[in-house]
């Protein structure tokens, strides 16, 4: 039986799935990363989690399960072709051989790549994206990152830094970016970046029910979705935002469709639950300036799994690899 | 002996070039469009220009020439799958199988695609971006638009429309442009779009040199050269309007840094010749807007062989088709 390991690492929690090679899901589980116990414990994290998978697998099912090759979707700066873990911030990893520690350890075919990547190639391949030949995805979450999937093929450009969609510097906006620009999208559009702006105004005085439901120091705890349940109810200041936000998003997507010429752009992560809260506003500004030619044939939507599209992605993704390996 | 022949099809001339398989022009001829004679006679004219320079590089080196294959490029869309000139306005052809048509008459393959394609593959190639790997061509001229080339491979998207730089919307312009929208970045920042603007400043009563060199209905003759010459003098008008186009050029390609990563950035067409003119505003505002991950590894350059790229790249650009069909 031919079976895909896909594991999905996040700062937070690390998800691993079997995978068929038409992209279903078949087996899943989530352990916490523990960041802090360092990066051997991590793989070996890993490494565990996909035999426990597998053998959770063959006791459900019965038959013997041999995993054909792993995947692995990890944050940050990832050279896919040497296998490296280049640079990842909330994991403390830097030019870690990721693949080939989890390849010795596991005795079998690891191939890694960064996460958004990975999660894109998911929803373009067997999400929103099946049948479209050229999908933009980009994920609305912390920050904000993209990546265009042509034909079955991941685009990296060089150095694999292709696709930081959330560092376009945006005429308008100002405030600094942990990256070390003023302005990024990602400052104003991203789930965390809204959060922070409603926070901002509401500190300055600005009245919303936000107000009502987290007074005073509360308003530490206020989250994205709280937006969108204030905005549903009529709220002034999460429309503001929200609107604001999309508006940003469309623009954004406005530089990005002349220079990729994408047939769909599929927005996930977090902010894929704000639904038409978003996609309206950002539809409304990317269409208004497009080349008509673009505007016919272009389609915007949420991803179709959110949740498994990592994990199905960084399988599939090892099942390209591999077969291209052999 | 392997040959190719490589023809960059404009509005006003056709250039027809003999080209060894290391990319070396070894005979060029050049002959007007005509376009008002209409698209037979053109495709005949292109035709018969790969004969007679085959001829003519036959009677020079005294050696049998016969064309491997031949590559056009065409202004407009193209789809270089079919082998169809979809729409060229400034040849009035619509839908017309070119590749087809010119493979029965010379009976050799032939190949066609868009010309800013085949001459950013040209420079990229064998021009500025020999020995780099992920290069971005634009070329500056009449209009503004681009190409991305990876490990050798063009970049295509959807109905092969990728690389509209030029209609991107800029905040801070307004100017309507043909294409229906307003504000795109050629409107400003191509060769006449700084022409345009700087008679537009000079007609509502701004002071420049340029004014005494083409006083009063004169300043229609006003060139884009002119602007370069003025600049020299040190013109403010002149700068100013050069340092905003390259501000606008830099500011677009700072959209285009993250979404593409290129490792180099080629400025070529007749924009090139105003050299550092533009590449000083433009390198700095782009710089300015890149994460620093981008700055170190980034270069920005002037075409190498600006005139030749065309007719190269076109050549090329067949000999790896070709390569690829048998």
């Known amino acids: 039986?031919?079976?895909?390991?896909?594991?999905?690492?996040?700062?937070?929690?690390?998800?691993?799935?079997?995978?068929?090679?038409?992209?279903?899901?078949?087996?899943?589980?989530?352990?916490?990363?523990?960041?802090?116990?360092?990066?051997?414990?991590?793989?070996?994290?890993?490494?565990?989690?996909?035999?426990?998978?597998?053998?959770?697998?063959?006791?459900?099912?019965?038959?013997?399960?041999?995993v054909t090759a792993a995947g692995i979707g990890l944050p940050g700066f990832v050279d896919p072709e040497e296998g490296i873990a280049r640079f990842a911030g909330n994991l403390g990893w830097r030019n870690l051989p990721a693949a080939q520690?989890?390849?010795?350890?596991?005795?079998?075919?690891?191939y890694i790549d960064n996460d958004v990547r990975t999660y894109v190639f998911g929803e373009a391949m067997y999400g929103a994206g099946k049948g479209f030949k050229d999908v933009l995805g980009l994920t609305v979450g912390t920050g904000i990152a993209s990546?265009?999937?042509?034909?079955?093929?991941?685009?990296?450009?060089?150095?694999n830094m292709a696709g930081e969609l959330g560092h376009i510097v945006m005429e308008g906006l100002s405030d600094p970016c942990p990256c070390g620009l003023q302005g990024c999208l990602e400052t104003y559009a991203s789930a965390s970046g809204m959060v922070r702006q409603a926070k901002?105004?509401?500190?300055?005085?600005?009245?919303?029910?936000?107000?009502?439901?987290?007074?005073?120091?509360?308003?530490?705890?206020?989250?994205?979705?709280?937006?969108?349940?204030?905005?549903?109810?009529?709220?002034?200041?999460?429309?503001?935002?929200?609107?604001?936000?999309?508006?940003?998003?469309?623009?954004?997507?406005?530089?990005?469709?002349p220079l990729y010429s994408p047939e769909l752009i599929i927005v996930g992560g977090g902010g894929a639950l704000a639904g038409d809260r978003l996609l309206e506003p950002l539809r409304k500004e990317l269409y208004s300036r497009i080349l008509?030619?673009?505007?016919?044939?272009?389609?915007?939507?949420?991803?179709?799994?959110?949740d498994d599209a990592g994990v199905t992605g960084s399988a599939m993704y090892a099942k390209q690899r591999h077969a291209a390996s052999v």
Chains 1, 2 share one sequence.
């Open 292 to 306: 008509p030619d673009y505007r016919e044939g272009l389609r915007v939507a949420t991803a179709l799994n959110n």
């Open 200 to 257: 901002k105004r509401i500190q300055s005085g600005e009245a919303s029910i936000l107000q009502e439901w987290y007074p005073g120091e509360r308003l530490e705890d206020l989250a994205a979705a709280d937006l969108s349940r204030a905005y549903d109810q009529g709220d002034p200041l999460a429309r503001s935002v929200m609107e604001k936000a999309g508006t940003l998003l469309g623009r954004a997507l406005s530089y990005a469709v």
């Open 101 to 110: 520690r989890l390849q010795a350890r596991l005795n079998l075919p690891v």
């Open 1 to 66: 039986m031919e079976i895909y390991a896909g594991v999905d690492v996040g700062g937070t929690n690390i998800v691993c799935g079997l995978v068929t090679p038409s992209g279903e899901v078949v087996h899943q589980i989530k352990r916490a990363t523990e960041v802090s116990k360092g990066p051997d414990a991590i793989l070996e994290k890993i490494a565990s989690m996909i035999e426990e998978a597998a053998a959770g697998f063959a006791g459900r099912s019965g038959a013997a399960v041999s």
């Open 147 to 159: 990546a265009m999937v042509n034909d079955g093929r991941l685009y990296y450009g060089y150095r």
